[in-house]
């Protein structure tokens, strides 16, 4: 990938910066402990025959590539990370496997060019196993940008009931005991009574 450190023209870096509108991918993904975990990258066309990558690192520059591709469609895996390229539908896909909690960090799914290199940014993040059911199901496919995953449905959540069965009401008839003991007495004048 030794395009990516490589300086050429002041001007040609000044045209050329990572997160560039020729590669996008999601932002953050959000996985699953012991499950597996795809992201999938798109690219404009003109570079389907160029090597794809994906590396680690929060800083662009130093960040450490764990698979790339040959310039090819062929599948390439390392440990339990593998890249393939789709040029037909311009994109490439990484999939993590056997995720691990150690596995959330900054990542960056890239092309190698001439010059600099093509990137995008992704936030992983892995959950424990036992959070929730849905980040779960979710885990073994591509997941779309990070949103309040791993929490329950409202109306399946044990703090909605409690909130609608028991807090609210208890709220209500505490605010009403309030009123009641704040309301001022009255006579049969009609007027509040007042102490002598």
């Known amino acids: 990938m030794g395009g990516r450190t490589t300086c050429l023209l002041p001007a040609l870096l000044l045209l050329i910066i990572p997160g560039s509108s020729a590669i996008s991918g999601p932002r953050a993904v959000r996985g699953v402990e012991q499950a597996s975990l795809t992201v999938r990258c798109r690219y404009g066309p003109g570079y389907e025959s160029y090597v794809k990558w994906w590396c680690r690192g929060a800083a662009w520059g130093p960040c450490r590539i764990i698979v790339e591709t040959t310039g090819s469609e062929k599948e390439v895996k390392k440990g339990r990370v593998s890249i393939r390229d789709n040029w037909k539908d311009r994109s490439f896909t990484v999939t993590m496997e056997k995720l691990r ?28 196993e036992s959070t929730s059911t849905s980040a779960t199901l979710n885990a073994n496919m591509f997941t779309a940008p990070v949103a309040p995953e791993g929490h329950p449905p409202l109306l399946g959540s044990v703090h909605f009931l409690l909130l609608v069965f028991l807090k609210v009401p208890l709220l209500l008839g505490l605010l009403g005991a309030v009123l009641w003991v704040n309301t001022p007495l009255r006579s049969s004048g009609g007027k509040p009574q007042e102490n002598e």
């Open 101 to 128: 909690l150690g596995d959330s960090d900054t990542y960056w799914c890239g092309i190698e060019r001439f010059g600099t290199d093509l990137g995008n940014r992704v936030e992983v993040t892995i959950d424990r």
